[in-house]
Nanobody, 122 residues
Framework: QVQLVESGGGVVQAGGSLRLSCTAS????????MGWFRQAPGKDREFVAS????????YYADSVKGRATISRDNAKNTVYLQMNSLKPEDTAVYYCASGWTTRMDLHSIRYWGQGTQVTVSS
């Protein structure tokens, strides 16, 4: 069983930045793609970004492309999501995910984190 623990959420003004972190337990972190999803109130959970085993390949949702950067440090069992130029519509609970494939969707997730709230005020 893998545990994913997110941190770094909070309240930020529009135009600001946040860096989310997700640390995984266990020894298999570097053998699986990692990703971030988010869920706003009343909406479905949606893909945000993902990264392959080595960090060489990344994918982003159109809604965050150019404003988000996903990265990973396999030595620290940690994946990061840097979000810049935040907008009120980025407000959501952000979930870390360990996936079976780098191109992730809701059906290709091995494990979920518990989520961290990001609130962007206008």
């Amino acid at each position: 069983q893998v545990q994913l623990v997110e941190s770094g959420g909070g309240v930020v003004q529009a135009g600001g930045s946040l860096r989310l972190s997700c640390t995984a337990s266990g020894r298999t972190f570097s053998t699986y793609p990692m990703g971030w999803f988010r869920q706003a109130p009343g909406k479905d959970r949606e893909f945000v970004a993902s990264i392959n085993l080595t960090g060489a390949s990344t994918y982003y949702a159109d809604s965050v492309k150019g404003r988000a950067t996903i990265s990973r440090d396999n030595a620290k069992n940690t994946v990061y999501l840097q979000m810049n130029s935040l907008k009120p519509e980025d407000t959501a609970v952000y979930y870390c995910a360990s996936g079976w494939t780098t191109r992730m969707d809701l059906h290709s997730i091995r494990y979920w984190g518990q989520g961290t709230q990001v609130t962007v005020s206008s």
